[in-house]
């Protein structure tokens, strides 16, 4: 069973307005959490990492939370472009695990 | 390069015939590791190399597949006999840090793998 779930699967917003996704993971020990970005055809990209003591961090228009108590982390993105169109994955860390688990990602479409 | 870099990009392969990925990580990094990538889902991890050590391979769906890095850097993951079920891309991820717990890991772009 995955121990990352991402949801929703997609979703379509119009430019310029806000949208929240969400992780839940069952991970554990915990150590971090990250939040990647991918274009189709691309390679992912960080957004954030998160340790088990940091609520939320920012990147630009993009900005993590997390809960390590209830293991939820959502992605917020402020006033969307069109280049915010692309697969957002949400990958977790145990301690001494380098392995990583990856969620099966959101697919954010972007219209005008 | 300042990345990490995948070749090929593309590949299309006859059922049974073998293929070879490249993945040149950035210079330096200690760290490498191939994941899987099925359309529509998230990356799965294949292996991991310390420098030239392959220190975890227990993602490796069969003995088909088999990687290396014999000098620590470039490393060639190959599918020997490819199947339909191959299909996929296959990410290159490398890192500064052994056995990265918390820094920053560095995606290729991917070789897309095609069997027909």
């Known amino acids: 069973k995955n121990q990352v779930e991402q949801s929703p699967q997609s979703l379509i917003i119009l430019e310029g307005k806000n949208c929240t996704l969400q992780?839940?993971?069952?991970?554990?020990?915990?150590?971090?959490l990250r939040w990647y970005k991918q274009d189709t055809g691309r390679g992912p990209v960080s957004l954030t990492i998160m340790t088990f003591s940091e609520n939320t961090k920012s990147n630009g228009r993009y900005t993590a939370t997390l809960d390590a108590d209830t293991k939820q982390s959502s992605l917020h993105i402020t006033a969307s472009q069109l280049s915010d169109s692309a697969s957002y994955i949400c990958v977790v860390s145990g301690v001494y695990d380098y392995k990583l688990s990856f969620g099966a990602g959101t697919t954010v479409t972007v219209r005008a | 390069g300042a990345g990490v870099s995948q070749s090929p990009r593309y590949k299309v392969a006859k059922r049974g015939q073998d293929v070879a990925l490249r993945c040149d990580p950035i210079s330096g990094h200690v760290s490498l590791f191939w994941y899987q990538q099925a359309l529509g889902q998230g990356p799965e991890f294949l292996t991991y190399?310390?420098?030239?050590?392959?220190?975890?391979k227990s993602g490796l769906p069969s003995d088909r597949f088999f990687a290396e890095r014999p000098e620590g850097s470039v490393s060639t993951l190959k599918i020997q006999r490819t199947q339909q079920e191959d299909s996929a891309v296959y990410l290159c991820?490398?890192?500064?840090?052994?056995?990265?717990?918390?820094?920053?890991?560095?995606f290729g772009e991917g070789s897309r793998l095609t069997v027909l």
């Open positions: 992780c839940n993971y069952t991970v554990s020990p915990f150590s971090n």
């Open positions: 991820a490398s890192s500064l840090a052994a056995r990265e717990y918390t820094g920053e890991l560095f």
């Open positions: 190399f310390q420098n030239e050590a392959q220190l975890d």
